[in-house]
């Protein structure tokens, strides 16, 4: 387990290299545009990487049993803070998700994420084959998940909200869940999110746009368009690194939630797939740790940071080859960002420190075992 959890540790590093340097290709021009420093935009996301890896470091040792004492009073906490969001959140592109404390932005739904993962692990936990009775275990669970969906929504996030539904779904039913509660709870949720989504113009025009497709949408599909050119143009092999047309003012956000499209153009097809393979082997290592965890609570928190991640991952890189609509989601690691990368970096220190967790028992096990034989064969 311990060279398991070192080596997802050596992923993650390389998966955050991998995002500095798409990160400096894909903002030079917009930083030089914008603010009259090619590294403007650059220097910023470095310095949240550093910080992000001292989490990983300082979450890697922190025992993961801890966390289910306070998940609760932290779920409150979060709670409290996407209410106070809707109230005096700071407004970026029509959506209010931002938080401004002491000079620094941080948005509350990427904690909100984390937290709710933790505290759905501890409910699964405490309430063992009870989660499959729908009102005294699987209603009580679900709650929290409408209770933070909703809230996020409201900013509007609709896209993390519908995910976090997603997501806390999947975590319900592997830790237990009857599928029927599961498929039933699906169909009514998904049709109050997408009546709550058509509320807001900012989220009806990216539905109605995809439904009609990018070939006949407007500008609000331009995003979508630019990102499949630069795709295209990278062919099997991509352009080079810093080669890209498309950073060159002609991709909006194409350091942020469109950097797979960079990627793929300047890496071509087979770095894209590389990547997206990577995500996909953190998320079976996670999942094996978690199988390995030894404890329900354990099982569930790997499993939900592992399923996330990779989710995250894919929905990014879907949005970039037009095959959803624009959400809005950074890709994990890579894409220009704060809160995002400081929260996913804490996310696999937890993983990590499971994993070493694992490693302990297992050492603990073998010498209960050796001191059995030996106590056997002084009888």
Not at 32 to 55: A, D, E, Q, R, W
Not at 238 to 247: A, F, N, P, T
């Amino acid at each position: 387990m311990k060279k398991l959890a070192l080596t997802i540790f050596f992923e993650t590093f390389i998966l955050v290299l991998l995002g500095l340097v798409m990160v400096m290709t894909a903002s030079g021009t917009y930083s030089v545009h914008k603010f009259s420093n090619v590294f403007y935009l650059f220097n910023s996301h470095f310095t949240k990487v550093i910080i992000g890896f001292v989490c990983l470091l300082i979450f890697s040792f922190i025992p993961y049993e801890i966390y289910k004492e306070y998940s609760k009073p932290a779920l409150i906490l979060v709670t409290l803070f996407l209410l106070f969001i809707l109230l005096f959140g700071n407004s970026v592109k029509g959506a209010d998700r931002w938080v401004s404390i002491f000079g620094s932005t941080f948005q509350p739904a990427e904690i909100a994420k984390l937290v709710l993962i933790v505290h759905l692990a501890k409910l699964i936990e405490d309430k063992g084959e009870m989660i499959k009775n729908f009102w005294e275990g699987f209603f009580y669970l679900f709650f929290w998940v409408i209770l933070i969906s909703v809230l996020v929504m409201l900013e509007p996030n609709i896209s993390n909200g519908m995910l976090l539904i997603f997501i806390s779904l999947v975590i319900l039913f592997v830790g237990g869940a009857k599928l029927t509660h599961i498929i039933s709870t699906s169909f009514i949720t998904m049709f109050s999110a997408i009546s709550v989504a058509m509320i807001f113009s900012h989220s009806r025009e990216r539905i109605l746009s995809f439904i009609h497709s990018i070939q006949y949408g407007g500008d609000i599909n331009f995003q979508v368009k630019q990102a499949l050119y630069g795709l295209g143009s990278g062919g099997l092999v991509g352009v080079g690194i810093g080669h890209s047309k498309q950073s060159n003012l002609f991709l909006p956000e194409s350091y942020g939630d469109f950097i797979f499209a960079i990627l793929g153009e300047e890496m071509g097809f087979i770095g894209a797939v590389i990547v997206l393979l990577a995500f996909l082997f953190l998320f079976v290592a996670g999942v094996y740790i978690s199988k390995k965890a030894k404890d329900k609570f354990g099982q569930i928190l790997g499993f939900g940071i592992s399923f996330s991640i990779l989710t995250y991952a894919l929905i990014n890189a879907s949005v970039a080859i037009g095959l959803i609509p624009t959400t809005g989601l950074p890709l994990p690691f890579i894409s220009y960002g704060g809160t995002s990368m400081i929260l996913m970096c804490m996310s696999v220190g937890i993983l990590v420190n499971i994993a070493l967790s694992n490693s302990i028992s297992d050492k603990e096990n073998d010498f209960t075992k050796k001191i059995e034989i030996i106590d056997e064969e002084i009888d």
